[in-house]
């Protein structure tokens, strides 16, 4: 075999005189496995010693027949990988738990286990669900490219194929693997600066004006006359609010993220009263606008109608979204609350007039992301728009939010209305 050959097809049919470079390939494979080693001085994907060295990419290949499995073992090993070989789906299987490869090539034509059976078993375990799988197929039918692609495949090479176009196929699976480990490192990095920007604050804040209160009145008790009393104790019951809210938070998103996780939903036919929207909606803003001191900027727009929810998730939807268009905007400028009815649905709308997010932001919400923490002073951990969101998918509603930086914002929710 010619590694420099590029254009030389290097799998099709096995060989009936074995493999340039292995002795007897025929009885070259103990077992169900075989290594070869990458070459120690190369990195993979290219032939050039010269590169800094660096750990060698795992390639396993399941393919039944032993030719096939050497040629493609062999001709990555000539481009700095470390191949793994397996002759059938279930050691297959085994051998990627064990190794944990940085990619999979998989014949789907196989005894006892075929190429999907594999795939299906590997994106069921932990361990293997992410590792990158390309099919081995002599198949050119877009209905077997397609079930693959359905299983989760990331790839496939029709059988024959050179060189050039092995080597292309893994660089890109792996290329693209690690741009997927770049962006998730990165997003994972923002969100420890999040919560290391956010949460001691969150909590020291209301902690020190209740520890602080509390040691002046013990010892001033005697001769604080009522009125500063009276002040002092309502400081610190806002403080214990606030950290009673934020501990509340936590332990919501904790269980509906479970709830999500197990696929489960919230039954809304069976023993759940309507809410009234026109009575329930206004209480909840009205008490979120005076925690902020900014009663006289809301605006209530809310229609009389009725929404299948329970009260309860429904209460923490309203507030949650209320508290965030505050937050995000300055003292003077409205909050709109508002409802409406129309196709069966009750929409529920949140607009502020706050600084807006942009494109990128928008598609980044998640629980702690809070974006230019560091320019504009922000209370809360970041949990307030996912739990209504989280909780309204939970509902079977909609969720949309639509965003311009500098003009503001807008959270609308969608549920259905009794009897639809």
């Known amino acids: 075999m010619n590694a420099s050959a590029d254009t030389s097809r290097v799998v099709g049919q096995a060989p009936a005189g074995g493999v340039v470079g292995v002795s007897g390939s025929q009885n070259s494979v103990p077992g169900s496995e075989v290594r070869v080693p990458g070459s120690q001085n190369s990195e993979p994907g290219t032939r050039n010693p010269e590169r800094r ?47 944990l490869p940085d990619l999979v090539i998989c014949d789907i034509t196989m005894p006892k286990l075929d190429g999907y059976g594999t795939l299906k078993a590997m994106r069921e375990r932990e361990a293997t669900a992410s590792i990158p799988f390309i099919f081995l197929t002599g198949a050119t039918e877009k209905s077997d490219i397609r079930r693959g692609m359905e299983l989760g495949a990331d790839d496939y090479l029709t059988k024959p194929f050179s060189h050039k176009e092995l080597l292309a196929a893994v660089n890109a699976r792996l290329e693209k693997q690690a741009e997927v480990r770049r962006l998730s490192d990165k997003r994972l990095n923002e969100l420890r600066g999040n919560i290391t920007l956010a949460l001691p604050h969150e909590l020291r804040t209301p902690l020190n004006g209740i520890m602080g209160l509390a040691q002046i009145m013990m010892e001033d008790y005697a001769t604080m006359p009522p009125a500063e009393i009276l002040e002092s104790s309502r400081f610190i019951h806002d403080s214990a609010l606030r950290l009673n809210r934020l501990i509340e938070n936590f332990l919501v998103y904790s269980q509906i993220e479970l ?129 209504a969101k989280r909780l309204t998918e939970l509902l079977s509603g909609q969720f949309h939010v639509e965003s311009k930086v500098g003009q503001g914002t807008t959270v609308k929710v969608s549920f259905a209305t009794p009897g639809m």
């Open 259 to 387: 709830m999500a996780s197990e696929s489960k939903v919230i039954d809304v036919t069976t023993g759940v009263k309507p809410v009234v929207v026109q009575e329930r909606v206004p209480e909840i803003a009205r008490k979120v606008a005076a925690r902020h001191k900014r009663e006289g900027d809301l605006l209530l727009k809310v229609c009389n109608a009725l929404l299948l929810a329970p009260v309860e998730n429904l209460s923490k939807i309203v507030e949650e979204l209320t508290d965030n268009a505050f937050k995000f905007s300055e003292p003077g400028k409205p909050v709109l609350v508002a409802a409406s009815t129309e196709g069966g649905l009750c929409h529920l709308t949140f607009t502020d007039k706050g600084r807006g997010m942009r494109p990128e932001q928008l598609s980044r919400i998640g629980p702690h992301m809070q974006f230019e923490r560091q320019t504009f002073e922000q209370q809360g951990a970041g949990l307030g728009l996912v739990i």
């Open 53 to 99: 060295q660096q750990r060698a990419n795992k390639v396993l290949i399941i393919d039944d027949t032993p030719d096939i499995r050497m040629i493609i073992a062999e001709s990555l090993s000539l481009f700095g990988f470390e191949a793994l070989t397996a002759e059938d789906g279930q050691s297959g299987i085994e051998l990627a738990e064990q190794e």
